[in-house]
């Protein structure tokens, strides 16, 4: 028998409907971004980043396809940087529900949406009613949409690598993204020019700030966080505990 492949644009037709029919019913959808992410990370990042999350997602659950990442998000709020592309919510809304039914339709019985960027939790989180009244009955739509939780997983795998550096995780272009980037795609990762951003630490009232004032108010080079010490080890990490705990709260999920 030949090596299940878990990429659907990777296989044919005849495989997925293969695949279906043996049980691989679920399939993950990776929401990312082409944002800045400062002065030492290209713009791909959080697309990127969502291809390879989503395929350690559906690692852990098992019976799992991916779908092709959205690369492209709601990046309203980093506009004030040159090269970002951000879709409105209804376009991005669009999108996620005609995923949703095209996969539905073709017989998956659950289609889960992991955000790799922060500003497509809330979209997600709000249109996901819309999402399950869309897609054909007897499919089930489910989507990780704590954010604050996702920062949470890579300060705990920081933590357990390097504690020392710890207080660098800032929730973007920061030590854990930056990390994350040199297992993915180290040829981008410009680290001579990694420098600190914002460190003060990202709350509530930080996040509200963002998302109202935009990016560049709070944080003039984009970065949140500071990258310096990154490394493979600390990035390796940090994909496991959030694809860890990414899967877990999509099984337990209502
Ligand atoms: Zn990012």
């Given at each position: 028998?030949?090596r ?13 409907e ?5 049980g ?10 082409v944002e800045?992410?400062g002065?030492?990370?290209?713009l791909?990042?959080?697309?990127a980043?969502?291809?390879r ?6 690692r ?14 709601c ?6 940087f ?13 999108i996620?529900t005609?995923y949703?039914v095209s ?15 922060g500003?497509n939790?809330e979209?997600l ?7 399950r ?20 997983l ?11 550096v710890v207080?660098?995780?800032?929730g ?6 930056s990390?994350?980037?040199?297992c ?6 410009r680290d ?8 003060a ?7 509200e700030?963002i998302?109202?004032?935009?990016f560049?108010?709070?944080?003039p ?5 500071d990258?310096r ?5 600390i990035?390796e ?8 705990g990414?899967?877990?709260?999509l099984r337990?999920a209502?």
């Amino acid at each position: 028998m030949t090596r299940q492949r878990l990429l659907l644009e990777e296989m044919t037709w005849p495989e997925v409907e293969a695949s279906i029919a043996r049980g691989f019913t679920s399939v993950v959808v990776a929401a990312g971004a082409v944002e800045q992410h400062g002065p030492h990370l290209p713009l791909l990042v959080d697309a990127a980043r969502g291809d390879r999350l989503a395929l350690e997602v559906a690692r852990r659950l098992g019976k799992t396809l991916v779908a092709p990442t959205i690369r492209v998000g709601c990046s309203e709020h980093h506009m004030g940087f040159a090269g970002t592309l951000s879709l409105r919510d209804s376009t991005f809304k669009a999108i996620c529900t005609d995923y949703a039914v095209s996969l539905a339709r073709h017989g998956f019985r659950a289609v889960l949406f992991v955000p790799s960027h922060g500003g497509n939790f809330e979209p997600l989180a709000t249109m996901l009613d819309d999402l399950r009244d869309a897609v054909a009955p007897g499919c089930e739509v489910r989507a990780y949409t704590d954010l604050h939780g996702f920062v949470a997983l890579w300060k705990e795998a920081v933590a357990e690598v390097a504690p020392e550096v710890v207080d660098r995780v800032g929730g973007h272009a920061d030590i854990a993204e930056s990390s994350e980037m040199l297992c993915i795609r180290p040829e981008l990762v410009r680290d001579d020019l990694a420098a600190a951003g914002y460190v003060a630490g990202f709350d509530e009232t930080v996040a509200e700030r963002i998302f109202r004032d935009g990016f560049r108010a709070v944080t003039p080079s984009g970065v949140l966080g500071d990258a310096r010490g990154m490394s493979r080890a600390i990035g390796e990490r940090c994909i496991a505990r959030a694809a860890d705990g990414i899967a877990a709260a999509l099984r337990s999920a209502p």
